[in-house]
């Protein structure tokens, strides 16, 4: 499930053909942070559980919707370290997904409708060193932007994928 949460958002990446509408851009984000997160929590629950977690205590320490802080919990237990761009792109979903995501029912932030666009844009523009237009044509979604978001996005999954999959395996749990 968490996979196709990541799926849906790089599919709705691809499909855009500018980067200068929110309403597009907001399910990019939304369904990245979940599938990423989720991916996150799994591969924490299969590290750190063993015959002596007290389930109740260990699900509450769970409850987060910070990448940074799961990415940081989990690196403590196993081998992931990731770059700059890794880490920026956790960062930008967590304060996306804790901060903008319901931004936009609250009537005093009505005016912050592009606060997630903005986020995003500051993202790419810091990461490729692409000049971002803002005004009505917006900036073309290239194949250069779907391509580095591609690659950043399987990087982190990829690797918790792995960190998944050992541990489980070291459970005798299978999984695909």
Do not use: W
Request: hydrophobic share 40%.
């Amino acid at each position: 499930i968490a996979c196709n949460f990541i799926y849906d958002g790089l599919r709705n990446l691809h499909e855009m053909e500018t980067l200068n509408l929110e309403v597009e851009i907001f399910p990019v984000l939304y369904n990245l942070s979940i599938g990423l997160e989720r991916m996150f929590k799994v591969a924490i629950v299969l590290v750190e559980v063993n015959d002596d977690t007290n389930i109740d205590e260990f699900e509450k320490t769970l409850i987060t919707h910070d990448h940074i802080a799961l990415y940081n919990r989990l690196k403590k237990s196993v081998d992931l370290d990731l770059g700059p761009v890794h880490t920026g792109l956790l960062t930008l979903l967590s304060v996306f997904y804790e901060d903008h995501r319901y931004g936009r029912f609250n009537l005093p932030q009505i005016d912050n409708l592009s606060k997630d666009k903005k986020l995003f844009l500051t993202f790419l523009h810091k990461h490729l060193g692409i000049r971002i237009e803002d005004d009505i044509i917006g900036t073309e979604n290239s194949l250069q932007i779907k391509k580095f978001m591609g690659k950043t996005v399987k990087k982190i999954a990829k690797d918790l994928y792995k960190i998944t999959d050992k541990a489980a395996t070291a459970k005798n749990l299978y999984t695909y």
